[in-house]
């Protein structure tokens, strides 16, 4: 087979190697080929319209949120944004309560009497607006603000927190444990960032627009692994996984991934907000509820139940990188491999084994761009 | 070219410009020539209906209030009127709260404990029903007051200010900044005058209503250098641009001036108002939502993100005047040279370098047309 030249190899169609094509046929006219094994680009932040008008996030519930205002200024070039400010709400003794736990959850599920004493102990103790770990609570040695850290401990974080990494209580690590927050305020929202919103029409959309430059070809269920012995690069951009670029030689880096059960029913709405955590119920985590992203106007509504499992080869998704010294010093091997490679560059959340939000993964890729281009 | 002769031109047709053509017209029977360069009349309190039945204000919300009876006298011959009465709000905290931050304000945001305290100490100091600046709160030296009125100053005023005039922190003027007030009151109103409503056709209607007279001659995307080489006038009335007028031989008049984007959303509302601030999220000041004023009936809405943004010659509009010692300074010379002129009158927001509301515009043209053609 005939190998051709491109400038530019991108494995990976997620926000990462998109960002990347992007400035690099935008900002430098150069040819790009950005590849996916899926058969949609967008990576995991794939949604698409479905038939009642809702905009469903095929892999899970995304949010975009940022203090960064190059990255928000950035995308702005591609889409409007919807103001959405994401709330979550817990299932909690039978309410819907805001998370992380504040003084407005302290009123649902507590009487009145002990909301107002835990309210005051709380404000007077370390202020209005601020976010506690229940640890800091423990340590003011009061009785009542013990008794509101091991309740949250219990019925906030324990459950959840076993469901999603599949562990047993004894194997939870005491230093993120006592850093599970109480938010001494009425603030709902689950981020406070500066820049908060939806894509107006969507993560896709969005992703073609920055994909929408003659310099670049995108070509979609394709592997590296097909294409690799019939393409010269100037620069490769490997956004996969690293383990899988070196064949696996060091052994794999495990991945926590998710499976969702989406249904649509046939109500207006389902629940309060985009989405609820069910600590102590159920063996899903969540339940998300598409249309409150974009304010979809429909009779029926999408909601999705997410179960978190191990990822297997061929079966799921990698979703999260797990931390622990052991995977640690396993990505730490691949990586010395990986500083070998010349015109090489291994990013995004598969490529450096690491979680990263999307503004963050966009910082980087938009960081990346300009060192790899340097000079 | 041969010159024409009217008894009167009127460079701009905004409400001063047309309030003045109209008296003119009607009590004095002269003849008036009404020019602008826009290609509407109106001037920036021009709406339209779109195709939704929503009334926008193409130029950013527009409110009428006034206590001065003659000005409502005045334009209540012209149109009937729909009696909103405007309320803001502004996103704090992850809530939607009146602004002027007051009493109900107090309590969304802070538990019921701390407002409880909160309101009885306001009301015991100040009394019910005034406005208090926060720099009263300072002065009185109560740790509660004091904690408030830096929660005010720090959530609603520094950000959007900052926005609002393309500030830093360092170039607030302390005097202003202590002006901010607490309103304690449960009047959710941003304003009490007497009078207050929407034109109920909207303002270009009411416009129209005020031009409707034969000795009117309106003539759009004209300006003042298309026209004076070719009109004998009795008397000018120039609503433009002061520093303009005089070929800004002593330099430039600074303006800062909005960008609006409008967006059309497929639901019946947005958000609980026509006015929402964001003065911690986001680089818009504010979202408008219009179908509020006149109470429009639609499936649809149209909102509005406001951009604050530096005013540039043929790139956007003349908003508000920059108020310093320098600019004024640089207007005094053009009043000089304006007071030798004969027969020419300067006046509106742009002539005077002032900003004035609609009422105080209409009202100086009142007593202009008086003066003016006085024996």
């Keep these: 087979m005939e190998r051709f030249n491109i400038d530019n190899l991108i494995v990976g169609c997620g926000f990462t190697g998109i960002t990347l094509a992007n400035k690099l046929a935008d900002c430098l006219g150069e040819k790009v080929l950005i590849i996916d094994v899926k058969d949609h680009i967008a990576g995991n932040c794939y949604d698409y319209f479905d038939k009642n008008g809702i905009c469903v996030h095929q892999y899970g519930t995304h949010i975009f949120h940022t203090n960064n205002k190059r990255v928000w200024d950035y995308l702005s070039q591609f889409t409007k944004w919807y103001p959405y400010q994401h709330k979550v709400r817990g299932y909690i003794d039978g309410q819907e309560v805001p998370i992380p736990f504040n003084l407005n959850s302290i009123h649902q599920v507590f009487p009145e009497y002990l909301a107002n004493l835990l309210e005051k102990k709380l404000i007077d103790t370390f202020g209005f607006n601020v976010k506690v770990p229940i640890l800091e609570l423990k340590k003011t040695g009061d009785k009542d603000l013990l008794f ?11 459950h959840y927190t076993l469901k999603q990494w599949g562990m047993k209580p004894e194997d939870l690590d005491m230093s993120v444990t006592g ?42 269920k394709t592997s590296y692994q097909d294409i690799k012995s019939c393409v010269n690069y100037k620069r490769l951009y ?25 249904v649509e ?111």
């Excluded at 689950?190 to 070509?219: H, R, S």
Aim: hydrophobic letters at 30%.
């Design 179 to 220: 850093r599970v927050p109480v938010y001494i305020s009425r603030d709902n929202r689950y981020f406070q960032d500066k820049y908060q919103g939806i894509p107006m029409e969507g993560y896709t959309k969005l992703a073609q627009k920055m994909l929408d430059n003659p310099k670049i070809e995108v070509k979609l």
């Design 148 to 158: 509101l850290a091991e309740y949250v401990y219990d019925k906030v974080f324990l």
């Design 265 to 375: 029913l046939n109500k207006p709405y389902f629940q309060s907000g985009a989405c609820i955590n069910y600590p102590n119920n159920y063996d899903f985590t969540r339940i998300g509820e598409y249309k409150y992203f974009l304010d979809n106007q429909s009779d029926k509504t999408v909601i999705s139940f997410e179960y978190p499992q191990n990822f297997e080869q061929g079966k799921n998704e990698r979703y999260y990188p797990i931390i622990s010294k052991e995977n640690e010093d396993l990505y730490q091997k691949y990586l010395s491999k990986a500083q070998k490679e010349k015109n090489i560059y291994f990013c995004g959340r598969l490529g450096g084994y690491k979680y990263l939000n999307m503004d963050q993964a966009i910082g980087a890729a938009l960081e990346l761009f300009e060192q790899s281009t340097r000079g």
């Design 238 to 262: 490997y956004t996969g996984p690293i383990d899988e670029f070196f064949g696996f030689t060091e052994g794999e880096l495990p991945y926590r991934s998710l499976k969702f059960d989406f």
